[in-house]
């Protein structure tokens, strides 16, 4: 009864108190009745009782009873209650008749869980909205208020397990002392039907159970698998289960041993399968020690080399949680071809709610379109009739019982949870999503809107237009053509960093040279990824007449002169469609600025603050791609736009008083691939040129680095006088300049005459040294 109770009275305000009164038997007078198939039975004797609810299902129907009216909201678990009750509240916000209600819903998979990338001192593994809700030095947090917050917003979508640490996983969780606490937060998810999991450390046996070893053939590995799983359960009787993540960027796992991945996840599952717990076993296993000089070596193939061969093998009880593409949450990734191949494994389908790759939440950028994509693609799998993504995670095709959907939200301490008001709706969407994937982009993202900013239809229309646009505006101001991660690879994954990914081990590989770029991934000449995938699929990607162009540069090297299907060319493509992203980005600041009024003021200035943000950094990203691509290729572009900047001035270029000019690193990511710094830490500095220009307003972008090691302040004064100021206090992800840094200011509207001089002030602080990237001067518009 609880959710009804707290989102009645947003939903209807006009109700009154009548609409908080909840009784445990008929009232006799009209009313909406909640309970368990079980529950309403004893109330309607006569009832006709719903036959077609899954577990979590719910049905909604209208019951005339002793001459009263009831809604009837049933299931045949309190968890699919609550769940027909959250659809109920979604009905009354967004207005939806009641009257007539009748409907049943059953989920589309068993497993719908959230994954935390938390860590035990209250940090979040490539989370961006503040400290971890669920852990502070060490221990589970002593305010546990938010996470029960955080079951309610799950459950409100349909989520129904959430693992709270990171899959690179502390030992220490599962040990004897901690499970009062991780009891605590079972308690907290309980009343929500969320499930509590946590990640596991493969070589627990030996880091904190006393063995010699964590071979998991071994009877005594076997012995503290099985001793952690029922002290676990007698602790928490509805705990939900184990993720690992073994063998994978320096995590043990079984190699160790020489055994399988399979007799790694059955040794775990064995001890939890008399609980009727579940062992999540992620499929991102790789080698990030690769030699990069053989082209035959190929990240992408990992997956399904590693667990492809080991079908039949797994425990009923094993998920195998597999990334939604074969590399890494890359903003363009065709689906994972192991989806298509295990037929007698469960699995489960892992999208990254929290952007890592995408933005990090300073960028809009709505994932809904992206995970539709992969969902709808059919792999056509060994089965009759259509085989998506979709289907074969749910377990329909080869009916496999756990399967589903596994979403790394890493929401965090931030009120909004999640940093950036706009990013909610991928968290929203993910659950409904794994609710029911057959519903559109566009239909998640006008319900949330809606839900999120009421029924105003410009805010709607202007909401609209942005979310369905950002994942292809982001693709196009970042990588084109599939080419996968153009940012700092062995770093932040947030700027850009086009080299970052070439000569390591990683094998985040796009092979761009002079010549052209892309991953040779074909079966005749490649590393034979591409023969992966079922004969249909495998035909469409090697052929380079019927390769999709936005997959193009995963699977093939092209040089820079291939012509895509429209007809114009690779190196073409990439100026263009990064001019075009950034000039997306600039028109939604204005978009959202005509909103002011209709969407309430903190929101509003919040939204409008991130997006002139990401206007900037998209015009970084840009330059740095543009920059890096016109000197590799040598071919210019044939709009004139790559490496000419006619309202530039370069900071290195301007009269300089206590600035000295440096190199940065990597060069693309500053215009010409200088900038300026105070020459003393806690100096000052000033930048000065001569308006030649004419008379008239004026924008003046100040391009500078805002890093994390200090708080510089700028000041811009025009023939002498201050026309703003501002200090460098954002947070980004490094403290170095470079593109992970580079933002900028604008000052709007200021009027210039011939022979003013305008100057750039900075102050450094601490290790921050107010560096200066460009000033560009644009005739105001508005
Ligand atoms: C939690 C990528 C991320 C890592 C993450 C890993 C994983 O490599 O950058 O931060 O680790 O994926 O999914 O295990």
């Known amino acids: 009864m609880k959710p009804l109770l707290l989102g ?46 899954s577990e979590d299902g719910w049905c909604a129907t209208q019951v005339r009873h002793a001459g009263h009216h009831c809604l009837v909201i049933t299931s045949q678990t309190d968890r ?63 305010d546990l208020t938010r996470v029960g917050n955080y079951a309610r917003l799950m459950a409100s979508v349909g989520i129904n397990a959430c693992a709270i640490n990171n899959v690179n996983a502390d030992p220490r969780v599962i040990t004897t002392p901690y499970l009062p606490e991780l009891k605590k ?12 999991v946590v990640c596991i450390d493969f070589s627990s046996p030996k880091k904190t159970g006393g063995l010699d070893s964590f071979d998991p053939l071994d009877p005594r590995v076997q012995e503290f698998w099985k001793s952690r799983a029922e002290e676990i359960y007698t602790q928490i009787p509805d705990f939900g289960g184990f993720v690992l993540k073994a063998d994978s960027e320096g995590r043990l796992g079984p190699s160790a041993y020489g055994r399988t991945h399979a007799d790694a996840a059955n040794v775990i599952a064995r001890a939890l399968k008399p609980h009727g717990g579940l062992l999540f076993y992620r499929g991102f296993v790789y080698d990030h020690h690769m030699d990069w000089r053989n082209p035959k070596n190929d990240r992408a193939r990992a997956a399904y080399d590693n667990f492809a061969g080991l079908d039949r093998k797994f425990d009923q009880n094993v998920v195998i949680q597999i990334k939604n593409g074969p590399i890494d949450f890359q903003v363009r990734e065709p689906a994972s071809p192991l989806f298509g191949t295990l037929e007698k494994t469960s699995e489960a389908i892992e999208l990254q ?30 089965a009759a009739g259509g085989t998506p993504v979709k289907a ?16 790394v939200a890493n929401v965090g301490r931030d009120t909004n949870w999640l940093g950036h008001h706009m990013a909610m709706a991928n968290l929203y969407g993910f659950g409904r999503l794994a609710w029911n994937p057959d519903l559109s982009a566009g239909q998640i993202e006008a319900e949330w809107a809606e839900l999120t900013f009421g029924s105003d239809r410009k805010v709607l229309e202007t909401v609209k237009q942005m979310q369905l646009a950002s994942w292809r505006v982001y693709e196009n101001y970042t990588g084109p053509l599939g080419a996968g991660g153009l940012t700092d690879i062995i770093g932040v994954h947030y700027g850009p960093g086009i080299e970052s990914s070439e000569r390591n081990g990683w094998g985040q590989w796009h092979r761009a040279d002079q010549q052209g770029i892309g991953m040779d991934r074909t079966t005749a000449t490649g590393t034979g990824f591409i023969g992966q995938y079922s004969l249909v699929v495998a035909g469409r990607y090697e052929s380079l007449k019927t390769c999709p162009d936005e997959l193009l540069l995963f699977f093939h090297h092209v040089p820079y002169g291939y012509r895509l299907h429209p007809g114009n060319t690779v190196i073409q493509h990439i100026y263009d469609t990064h001019y075009r992203g950034a000039a997306e980005v600039l028109d939604w600041v204005s978009q959202w600025k005509s909103l002011k009024g ?4 903190q929101r509003f200035e919040d939204v ?83 308006w030649q220009g004419k008379l008239g307003w004026f924008n003046l ?39 992970h840094t580079s933002t900028r200011r604008t000052v709007r509207g200021v009027a210039l005459r011939p022979g003013d001089e305008i100057q750039i002030e900075g102050r450094a602080d601490a290790g921050e040294r107010a560096c200066l990237d460009y000033l560009e001067i644009e005739p105001a518009h508005e």
């Open 701 to 739: 972008h100040v391009q500078y680095f805002d890093e994390n090691d200090g708080i510089s302040c700028f000041r811009v004064l025009v023939s002498g006088q201050v026309v703003d100021q501002w200090d460098a206090a954002d947070v980004l992800p490094s403290n170095l300049p470079n593109g």
């Open 353 to 382: 709610i929290t952007q890592e790759y995408t933005g990090q939440q300073r960028h809009l950028c709505y994932l809904v379109p992206m995970w539709k994509e992969t969902l709808d693609f059919d792999l056509h799998a060994r």
């Open 8 to 53: 009645l009275p947003r939903a209807l305000p006009v109700t009154g108190a009548g609409a908080k009164r909840t009784e445990s038997a008929l009232p006799g007078e009209n009313a909406v009745l909640l309970g368990t198939i079980e529950q309403i039975k004893l109330q309607l004797p006569g009832w006709e009782v719903p036959t077609n609810l």
């Open 80 to 142: 699919g209650v609550l769940y027909g009750v959250f659809e109920l509240l979604r009905k009354i916000t967004l207005n939806q008749p009641l009257a007539r209600w009748n409907e049943h819903q059953n989920p589309c998979a068993p497993v719908r869980m959230i994954n935390q990338w938390d860590n035990l001192d209250g940090s979040i593994e490539r989370g961006y909205a503040g400290k971890s809700i669920f852990w502070e030095n060490g221990h589970i947090a002593s």
């Open 608 to 690: 409008l603050a991130s997006l002139e943000y990401q206007a900037g950094h998209a015009v970084v990203w840009r330059d740095a791609v543009c920059q890096w691509f016109l000197k590799q290729s040598g071919i210019p572009d044939k709009r004139g736009r790559a490496g000419h900047y006619t309202n530039r001035i370069e900071a290195e270029a301007m009269k300089l008083d206590g600035y000295e000019s440096i190199a940065i690193n990597p060069w693309e990511t500053a215009s010409g691939g200088r900038a300026v710094q105070c020459v003393v830490s806690n100096g000052t500095g000033s930048a000065t040129v001569t």
């Open 392 to 407: 074969l995670v749910a377990g329909n095709v080869f009916h496999q019982p756990h399967g589903g959907f596994i979403g």
């Open 598 to 601: 209709r969407v309430d003021d």
């Open 185 to 196: 937060v079972a308690a907290a998810f309980r009343p929500w039907g969320v499930r509590l």
